[in-house]
């Protein structure tokens, strides 16, 4: 028996139906049924899923296995650190030529010019203050349930509200309910691809239709903060939007491929006039340090770390969604670097147990059920995870 009073065998039982949903919808590709994912409905006026990380600030530090914030183990690459040594020296200096010659790489990587690129300290960073700059004067704000939430928080904290739109039983977002959901007051639509917290991804060619007939009138905000991750990134980004002339905007971060979630910088590409609505407010880049922008300079150059890390994070992936799998916990197939699994026992009471064997990882309640969040990390920290997980749902 579990702790909660529930056999392994019941536990099992109410698992498989509860998640079977789960499986049927998995098994068919490109649905446009609007059916929600969890059961949830929209335009509820607050948000289905409570994150939570359980997890004092201290404990953290004393983890045996971190995986409850989607980290990357590997990083910074050995090139990006020397880069960033050498760096502190010129700690003295504001960052304005490093600014300009990231710029130029950045808008040469991505195929732009350099007046579509902005950078910030992270991704967050772009999140927030495009809320700030399109919702100050109130309007609504249209994403996915469950999504990441940074931007939606900070759009109703100044006044705007929530459209919250299920995403589908394939767990894509629907985005034919999103385009329905746009009104004469609808100041932005949020797109996170992949989706944090599901891990799961929305065929690139839906949001290339989606936003060539949103995105004409009403801004359409992408984060593809995971999209490295993917095996071929390249043919999933949104970025040929913004060179068709769409209103597109797009975020990019170091904190997950690159491993530099703790020296925060990323980088947004959208209009010249999405990137100047944001510098007439703020002095981004002002909040970028000297070390941050060389060692993502670096970083940039070291494709083979990032190949690593690409390649690591799925070996790992598969072996975590596998063990899952033999579990019978229905894990959701995730195209990131974290797996959101449903479990049959409160959020606290899970968190805490595997806070007691060393092993940090996310809880969630989602429209009332639980779920928990794993991130990658190395794989003996995934073995520790999958041992210590084994021992509470037994």
Request: proline content about 5%; glycine content about 6%; hydrophobic content about 40%.
């Amino acid at each position: 028996m579990t702790t909660s009073g529930i056999s392994r065998r019941a536990w099992l039982k109410q698992s498989a139906v509860t998640a079977g949903g789960i499986v049927t919808a998995l098994a068919l590709p490109g649905t446009t049924t609007a059916t929600p994912a969890f059961g949830m409905q929209p335009y509820k006026g607050q948000y289905h899923l409570l994150e939570r990380y359980h997890v004092a600030p201290a404990d953290m530090e004393n983890l045996k296995a971190r995986l409850l914030a989607n980290e990357n183990p590997w990083g910074p690459s050995k090139k990006a650190v020397a880069a960033i040594a050498e760096a502190a020296s010129k700690g003295n200096r504001y960052v304005y030529k490093s600014c300009l010659k990231m710029i130029e790489i950045v808008a040469q990587k991505e195929g732009v010019a350099p007046e579509n690129i902005l950078l910030a300290p992270g991704s967050t960073d772009v999140l927030e203050k495009v809320a700030f700059s399109l919702c100050r004067k109130g309007g609504n704000v249209i994403s996915a349930d469950p999504s990441y939430m940074s931007l939606v928080n900070t759009a109703t904290s100044i006044g705007a509200t929530w459209k919250n739109i299920p995403l589908r039983t394939d767990y894509a977002h629907d985005l034919t309910a999103m385009a329905g959901a746009v009104d004469a007051d609808t100041k932005l639509v949020y797109i996170c691809n992949p989706n944090n917290p599901t891990g799961t991804l929305t065929p690139i060619e839906e949001i290339r239709t989606f936003c060539r007939k949103v995105a004409t009138n009403t801004p359409v905000f992408i984060d593809e903060a995971y999209l490295e991750l993917l095996d071929n990134p390249d043919s999933q980004t949104a970025v040929g939007l913004v060179k068709e002339g769409y209103d597109v905007i797009i975020s990019r971060t170091f904190s997950k491929i690159h491993g530099m979630a703790g020296l925060r910088i990323g980088y947004m590409i959208a209009k010249p006039e999405r990137v100047k609505m944001i510098q007439e407010l703020v002095r981004t880049e002002m909040g970028i340090s000297i070390t941050s922008l060389e060692g993502a300079l670096a970083s940039m150059k070291d494709t083979e770390f990032q190949l690593y890390t690409r390649t690591n994070n799925k070996k790992n992936r598969e072996y975590v969604f596998e063990e899952l799998t033999k579990a019978r916990l229905n894990p959701i197939p995730s195209y990131t670097s974290f797996i959101l699994f449903p479990i049959q026992m409160p959020v606290q009471e899970m968190m805490s147990k595997m806070l007691e064997k060393g092993v940090g990882i996310r809880g969630y309640d989602i429209h009332g059920k639980p779920y928990a969040r794993v991130s990658m990390g190395t794989m003996d920290e995934l073995k520790l995870f999958v041992k210590t997980l084994n021992q509470i749902v037994s």
